[in-house]
């Protein structure tokens, strides 16, 4: 007769130690992704402020570098300057970064471009990917396109020098075009931004345009050494745009992720105390069901 039932008392413990088991698995993995979301928040939260710091200080610059921009577009506005009906390059140049975690800020840019190229007609187009960014989302269906990238975008504020580099660089890349746009991202509030562009003329349409004699003692020299300081000018300006939209970009969206890793955190330790509470009302059965057996 014991030799019947102790074989099944072992049974029983091997059950009740299995689901002890399980338990405590279920509370250890609990009580590492809690861990985990609490690390997380902590990152997302000294992004915040550190994107913060650096979107005043974008800010601030973006005031001082607008005339840049404005003055380049206002000259082909008054001159009347009109892109070559006999050619039909075209240059598209986004101005993205090296840098993500910002929401879709270099998507929007992409997102305008790679529009455009897939509209009839673009096999005339080339791509100046500014920023890594850019590069990633347009190069697996219009790798072709592309003819340059630039790196090291959006790791440091961005200066007039860097614009000259990637100007100096755009004018040597060989390909000549008719006409073209700076696709940028146009800071309007910390929260909000739109996409925007800036017109690219050849020096052709430029010594073309019907008002260009508005302007005294342009020769063709002149106009090729404005032509240059105003795309450095342009792209500046861009520059400082797109940084001050994707620090304020980062700071809603790490922002965003803290509040979400906050919610995530008390669902956690809600499941985990209901969790740890069912194995104590467990134990606690087990208990006294084993006490009133013996008795």
Known sequence: MLGRVAPAAAQVTAVVNLQQNRNMATLKSISIRLKSV????????????????????????LKAARPY???????????????????????????????????????????????????????????????????????????????????????????????????????SSGYEFGYGKIVYNKFKSVVSYEQSNLPLFSQKSVQSAPKLATYDSLDSEVIQSYMEFSLASMLF????????????ARMTAMDNASKNAGEMIDKLTLTFNRTRQAVITRELIEIISGAAALD
Do not use: W
């Open 38 to 61: 609490k690390n997380i928040q902590k990152i997302t939260q000294s992004m915040k402020m550190v994107s913060a710091a650096k979107y005043t200080r974008a800010e601030r610059e």
């Open 69 to 171: 921009g404005e003055g380049a577009v206002q000259f082909y506005e008054r001159a009347e300057v009109t892109p070559p009906e006999d050619e039909n390059k075209q240059l598209y140049i986004a101005m993205t970064s090296d840098r993500g975690l910002c929401g879709a800020v270099h998507t929007g840019v992409s997102k305008v471009i790679r529009t455009r190229l897939s509209e009839p007609g673009a096999e005339n187009i080339k791509v100046i990917c500014v920023g890594d960014k850019s590069r990633a989302i347009l190069q697996r269906l219009y790798g072709k396109h592309i003819i340059c990238v630039a790196n090291e975008i959006g790791r440091l504020p961005p200066t007039f020098t860097d614009a000259a580099k990637i100007a100096s660089a755009i004018l």
């Open 237 to 248: 300006y861009a520059l400082k745009e797109g940084a001050c939209s994707e620090q304020s």
